[in-house]
Every structure is written in C-alpha cells, then in structure tokens.
C-alpha cells in the first residue's frame, strides 16, 4: 500500500490537476489563476506574500499575489512592508524554519502591520489567521519566505 492509497478518486485528480497547472505557472497572473482556483481546497486564503534575498543583510524583495481590488505589490509601502516581512521571518527562524498556521491574535503580529496605510495593510486589518513557510538555499545566502 502506497501514501495515496486511502485517497478517493476524486481527491486524486483534484491533486494531480493542481500540480499539472502548477507546473505550467510561467507569470505572475498564471500564478494568481493557479492559487485561487482549486488550490482553494488544500490553503484558502486571500493573499500571498512572497518575499525573498537575502535577509541577514536586509536585501529583500516581495510580492504581493491577491485577487482582493487594489491590493498589488505596485500598490504597497516598501518602508512600511520591510518591519512585517522582518518579523515574519524571524517568527519563522524561531520555529526551526518550520510551517507555521497561527491566528494573528496569538502571535501579536499587528504592531509590525500596523503602519502599514497602502491597499494591502488595510487587507491585513481583516486577517484572523496566517500560514508561514519558507525555503532556504543552503548552498547561497538567499532565502524566501510564503505568507
């Protein structure tokens, strides 16, 4: 008996489907496509924060993935994103680089969002909960960490 075996047939194909089209992202909007269509099922949510570099240096790149009206990376505060993009990996560095879903009143993350007055910390002001996880590579300096 393999790992899929106790999986329905339709939990099957709707896997396989997710990685086929996950496989054929090439741009950011196949990207926003992919996550909001049947990936739904395994991680819903409303938006995704990509951020990568290299963090011990603070050379950090984002971006922003959300279908919610005007909430885009072009629309955000890079000064103001920096402090919650930095405590998010360190709250990730603190569980050993492990997956972490947490609600936002548990981990106190609203001081870090809180001056955010762009499109996307006004989304942020709804959120009940969050999913984190990262990758790092060893072999480099750069990291990138999913929100």
């Not at 930095?86 to 609600?103: C, E, F, H, K």
Request: glycine share 10%; net charge neutral; charged share 20%.
């Amino acid at each position: 008996m393999g790992p899929f075996s106790s999986l329905s047939s339709d939990h099957l194909q709707r896997y396989f489907r997710i990685i086929q089209e996950g496989v054929a992202v090439r741009r950011h909007f196949d990207l926003l496509k992919w996550l909001q269509g049947e990936m739904q099922h395994y991680l819903p949510h409303e938006i995704m924060l990509v951020a990568w570099g290299d963090f011990s240096s603070d050379v950090i790149r984002y971006d922003i993935v959300s279908a919610l009206p005007g909430v885009r990376t072009a629309h955000s505060e890079p000064a103001g994103l920096s402090p919650l993009v930095r405590g998010l990996y360190n709250r990730w560095v603190d569980v050993g680089r492990t997956p972490l879903i947490s609600s936002v009143d548990e981990i106190g993350i609203l001081p870090e969002y809180n001056g955010l007055q762009c499109s996307f910390g006004r989304a942020l002001h709804g959120m009940r909960s969050y999913g984190l996880h990262g990758i790092s590579d060893k072999r480099g300096r750069d990291e990138c960490l999913y929100v």
